[in-house]
């Protein structure tokens, strides 16, 4: 590659991998276009200067596939994990090892277009953002209901946090490159990646694109999987969750004075004939609900903080892939 020129915006690009043994080969062919300067549709010059592959130790020989890149291509790096962290932390050690001014982050299935990185760029650029997101103007390749919890969970989070902006995010991303660095470097375990970004940037903003079909699978993610992310993110919103649990108390104490003035007035009136024991049982499992729901939740913040103080790491970087069993 030629020298660069003054005003040259440089791009790296993070791709996790967990099963792209079948898709690399063709998504890496369609980056290194990208890979020579650029002029996006406002006008700024800008280049992907770099690829790294974050390998996540999956079922497939995504390794052998990684290595072969690496040496196919100059600007295709390797990082390799010690085992399987998951893709927010394969992410973040991505964002550690970037140089360029501004990291993208993809999928490794093909279902994101790196043509739109120059879109998100005129965005991020001429709103003065530090994070753009890719909002895709097509609904996702997946099935109605995966669809329709994803929203769903989506949509939660936005009045749990109070900011609708923030419920639109994906693995799509732009992001300022000294926040990427500065977020791998001091993000704790259990942490979610996107809630993790929105503690430290103000200003976010989304650029329309279109989703593209997955090049040879569905998704890895299965509906656990799926549920696990969105309980973790969850718990990485701060502190609200733990709010709620005192207005659930709160209410509960409300219901509970009503429901005693309703037996302590039928019982003076004489009108209410005895019944059983069947309306203290369900007074008890409801309470008794509400108390194990609230240690429920103070349990896993504390799942959580005990993870970060007793330095739990997120991810570790090795020199060399990390093979199944077995494997040559």
Sequence with gaps: MSMEAPGLIRVSLVIPVYRGANTLPTLIEEVEKFTNEQVSLNGNRFVICEVLL??????D???????????????????????NYGQHAATLAGMASATGDWVATIDEDGQQDPGDIGGMLDTALSQSLQLVYGQPGNRPPHGWLRNTLSWSAKAFI????????????????????EIARTLAAYCGNGVYLDMGLYWITGRIGHCKVQLRMEMDRPSAYSYRKLFGHFWNLIFTTGTRPLRLITLMGFVSVLLAFAIAMYALIGKLHGDVPVQGWASLLIIVAFFSGCILTALGVIAEYLVVTMGIVMGKPLYVVTSKPTRAVGDA
């Design 61 to 83: 020989r995504s390794d052998r596939v990684i290595e072969e890149l690496v040496a196919r291509y100059p600007f295709v790096r390797a990082v390799w994990l010690s085992r």
């Design 158 to 177: 936005s009045k749990l946090l109070g900011n609708n902006k923030i419920g639109q995010f994906n693995s799509f991303r732009l992001v300022d490159g």
């Design 54 to 59: 974050v390998h996540d130790c999956g079922p």
